[in-house]
């Protein structure tokens, strides 16, 4: 189980991921600021990224599961 807890301002996001019973793998969690009121939130498992945008205009927050990717090899 990863979990992760960023705050920007007064926004508080909590992430928590069930990486199965019999796995010991290390998460990664990789937070940045997108727009004024968007926080992007990528979650780093080996080369492979979840990614949720946090956009702070709406009441309460709107998450958006923006899908998967690869990291690149540079």
């Known amino acids: 189980m990863a979990f992760a807890a ?3 301002g007064v926004l508080k996001v909590e992430v ?5 019973n019999h ?3 290390s998460l990664f969690v ?5 727009k004024e009121k968007e926080v992007r939130i ?4 080996g080369a492979l990224v979840w990614c949720i ?6 009441t309460p927050p709107a998450l958006d599961m923006a899908g998967t990717h690869y990291l690149q090899n540079r």
Request: hydrophobic share 40%.
């Open 42 to 45: 990528d979650l780093i498992d």
């Open 16 to 20: 928590e991921v069930e990486l199965g």
């Open 30 to 34: 990789r937070c940045f600021r997108v």
């Open 6 to 8: 960023v705050i920007f």
């Open 53 to 58: 945008t946090v956009d702070e205009s709406h």
């Open 23 to 25: 796995q010991k793998r």
